[in-house]
Antibody, heavy 119, light 115 residues
Framework: QVQLQQSGPGLVKPSQTLSLTCAISGDSVSSNSVAWNWIRQSPSRGLEWLGRTYHRSKWYNEYAVSVKSRITINPDTSKNQVSLQLNSVTPEDTALYYC?????????WGQGTLVTVSS | QAVLTQPSSLSASPGASASLTCTLRSGINVGTYRIYWYQQKPGSPPQYLLNYKSDSDKQQGSGVPSRFSGSKDASANAGILLISGLQSEDEADYYCMIWHSSAWVFGGGTKLTVL
């Protein structure tokens, strides 16, 4: 059974970088049949897909247009985890952030991390 | 106009059936998309229920009861989640999702009340 354990700070100052980690158990970040996604949820924006990374002989990344200039999703094969970095955050980036494993759908989700952007 | 539109709320009685709709924006043909459905209860992440493309191309999520099923209404350009034999535990938010323009896109969600 796949489990995703998220970690990272719950408070980030405006203009700084939001950094979260998703530790994977029960699967490999390098698996050629899955993708690793980040999604956020807020009352104002609902569920919003941010991007994903996946390995198919080489690594690929796909990002949402809305955050493409500010986002980086990286796999860490040594720790079997995937990270999210979102630069230059504003209060509009305040949300509950989730990582999710994509096999058939977004099948398995982390527990969520509430990130507040505030000074 | 949003890519996926869902009614904000729906109420139904225990034992009855509930039909939750997910309407695709004009110009996006529901027939070409696989519609995914999620259930979310307070304090928990969304949980995958099923996906539906056609009667011959659909998948039930692991452990999801058969009283949850998917369909489409081509005339309305909409995907449908049908929940039969409603139980109190079905009270939750329900979201639809599609892969569109190289991104996962979610509907705004329907809050289902069972009363």
């Amino acid at each position: 059974q796949v489990q995703l354990q998220q970690s990272g700070p719950g408070l980030v100052k405006p203009s700084q970088t939001l950094s979260l980690t998703c530790a994977i158990s029960g699967d490999s970040v390098s698996s050629n049949s899955v993708a690793w996604n980040w999604i956020r949820q807020s009352p104002s924006r609902g569920l919003e897909w941010l991007g994903r990374t996946y390995h198919r002989s080489k690594w690929y990344n796909e990002y949402a247009v809305s955050v493409k200039s500010r986002i980086t999703i990286n796999p860490d094969t040594s720790k079997n985890q995937v990270s999210l970095q979102l630069n230059s955050v504003t209060p509009e980036d305040t949300a509950l952030y989730y990582c999710a494993r994509e096999y058939v759908a977004l099948d398995d989700w982390g527990q969520g991390t509430l990130v507040t952007v505030s000074s | 106009q949003a890519v996926l539109t869902q009614p904000s709320s729906l109420s139904a009685s225990p034992g009855a059936s509930a039909s939750l709709t997910c309407t695709l924006r004009s110009g996006i043909n529901v027939g070409t998309y696989r519609i995914y459905w999620y259930q979310q209860k307070p304090g928990s992440p969304p949980q995958y229920l099923l996906n539906y493309k056609s009667d011959s191309d659909k998948q039930q999520g692991s452990g999801v009861p058969s009283r949850f099923s998917g369909s489409k209404d081509a005339s309305a350009n909409a995907g449908i989640l049908l929940i039969s034999g409603l139980q109190s535990e079905d009270e939750a938010d329900y979201y639809c999702m599609i892969w569109h323009s190289s991104a996962w896109v979610f509907g705004g969600g329907t809050k289902l009340t069972v009363l």
